[in-house]
T-cell receptor
Framework: GENVEQHPSTLSVQEGDSAVIKCTYS??????FPWYKQELGKRPQLIID???NVGEKKDQRIAVTLNKTAKHFSLHITETQPEDSAVYFC??????????WGAGTKLIIKP | KAGVTQTPRYLIKTRGQQVTLSCSPI?????VSWYQQTPGQGLQFLFE???????NKGNFPGRFSGRQFSNSRSEMNVSTLELGDSALYLC????????????FGPGTRLTVT
């Protein structure tokens, strides 16, 4: 079945710098790749998603890239701010449309 | 539209007891998924219901069960509670069979003593 690996587990960056989180998946039939942000004590919320017919998608400071050949996708956050501190989860849909989740990345923004 | 709601928000149970958690999806959403989240851990998938049918199931023991009603509201039940069942239980609803964005509820914090 589908397996999603997410790296790194913790990422610490200086405020204003960029952050990149990477995920790899195993099922070549996967066609939907969302990224969720979970702030401390809150519910996960979708921040950006991409489908397999698109290579890149951007929303202000956030972008996601997808490499179907290599089966990996990445979240890019530019000009990081304190409010970007959270746990980020990637996911990939399997052939049954179930979302398979990565283990999460704790992003720490240093002032 | 009202968001996903879960009741109760907090629950304390004793080992060996059983518990039922409830999830009301966003109006019009027919898919409800349940997740277990322990401190510092990711989202462990329990099961997904769509139009009252369980369509996907994670790797949890049979003590964990669920159901969905005709109005798409869903319940999950945990029987014979163990200390390790202490966790945040999240449900998420989606408009269709998938894959689409999942909207999460606030969760039910279950503590087993």
């Amino acid at each position: 079945g589908e397996n999603v690996e997410q790296h790194p587990s913790t990422l610490s960056v200086q405020e204003g710098d960029s952050a990149v989180i990477k995920c790899t998946y195993s099922d070549s039939a996967s066609n939907y790749f969302p990224w969720y942000k979970q702030e401390l004590g809150k519910r996960p919320q979708l921040i950006i998603d991409i489908r397999s017919n698109v290579g890149e998608k951007k929303d202000q400071r956030i972008a996601v890239t997808l490499n179907k050949t290599a089966k990996h996708f990445s979240l890019h956050i530019t000009e990081t701010q304190p409010e970007d501190s959270a746990v980020y989860f990637c996911a990939a849909s399997d052939s049954n449309y179930q979302l398979i989740w990565g283990a999460g990345t704790k992003l720490i923004i240093k002032p | 539209k009202a968001g996903v709601t879960q009741t109760p928000r907090y629950l304390i149970k004793t080992r060996g007891q059983q518990v039922t958690l409830s999830c009301s999806p966003i109006s019009g959403h027919r898919s409800v998924s349940w997740y277990q989240q322990t401190p510092g851990q990711g989202l462990q998938f329990l099961f997904e219901y769509f139009s009252e049918t369980q369509r996907n199931k994670g790797n949890f023991p049979g003590r964990f069960s669920g159901r969905q009603f005709s109005n798409s509201r869903s319940e999950m039940n945990v029987s014979t509670l163990e200390l390790g069942d202490s966790a945040l239980y999240l449900c998420a609803s989606s408009t269709n069979r998938g894959p689409y964005e999942q909207y999460f509820g606030p969760g039910t914090r279950l503590t087993v003593t």
